[in-house]
């Protein structure tokens, strides 16, 4: 069965702190889809970036970057030079192929950026 | 374009009460999902459609009703409500079963309170 852990429940930073939000998954399937999901104080769900199993390659936005590694089934997010406005909840999920297809999330890390 | 909504956004119920949560989207999507959202225990899924008249249980079926009659709505009932049911839920919908690995849109979030 798929499985997301978010081993890490909260974390506090000073802004202007780099900050890495762990997730390890498991799944028996060789195709896969990873998320990541921001929800920020106001409740609603906001959808970050999808990686495909097959590829590997990290990607940056911004201040924002993902390290995807199969060898140790992590998909990591990093935040570089953390604002206040990124204080949230991030869940990471994770979605199988073939006719179930669920989403299965993580726990979720609070984030808490001190001004 | 409205995207996924749900209504309605707050709710208080007494034990015993029954109740129907309302899910509509207008983006065509085959695949709609319920979740519910408690401290600590990210979201889990109580049940899920991959279309009209097919549904599906999720991680945490019990004491909730669904049923797909059309691609655009998918409710959620409550039949006799629980203070265990007292939870923040959310709708989804995405793509399935090709164009699996786009993100799942979420609704605003209902926010249900039982007495």
């Known amino acids: 069965a798929q499985k997301v852990t978010q081993a890490q429940t909260e974390i506090s930073v000073v802004e202007k702190e780099d900050v890495t939000l762990d997730c390890v998954y498991e799944t028996r399937d060789t195709t896969y889809y990873l998320f990541w999901y921001k929800q920020p104080p106001s409740g609603e769900l906001v959808f970050l970036i999808r990686r495909n199993s097959f590829d590997e390659q990290n990607e940056i936005s911004g201040r924002y970057s993902w390290n995807f590694q199969k060898s140790t089934s992590s998909f990591n997010f990093t935040i570089t030079a953390s604002q206040v406005v990124d204080s949230a909840v991030y869940f990471c999920?994770?979605?199988?192929?073939?006719?179930?297809?669920?989403?299965?999330f993580g726990k979720g890390i609070t984030l808490s950026v001190r001004p | 374009n409205a995207g996924v909504t749900q209504t309605p956004k707050f709710q208080v119920l007494k034990t015993g009460q029954s109740m129907t949560l309302q899910c509509a989207q207008d983006m065509n999507h085959e695949y709609m999902s319920w979740y519910r959202q408690d401290p600590g225990m990210g979201l889990r899924l109580i049940h899920y459609?991959?279309?009209?008249?097919?549904?599906d249980q999720g991680e945490v079926p019990n004491g909730y009703n669904v049923s797909r009659s059309t691609t655009e709505d998918f409710p959620l009932r409550l039949l006799s409500a629980a203070p265990s049911q007292t939870s923040v839920y959310f709708c989804?919908?995405?793509?399935?079963?090709?164009?699996?690995?786009?993100?799942?849109?979420f609704g605003d979030g209902t926010r249900l309170s039982i007495l």
């Open positions: 989804a919908s995405s793509y399935w079963p090709y164009r699996n690995n786009q993100p799942q849109h």
């Open positions: 999920a994770l979605r199988e192929t073939g006719a179930n297809s669920k989403l299965t």
């Open positions: 459609s991959v279309g009209a008249g097919i549904t």
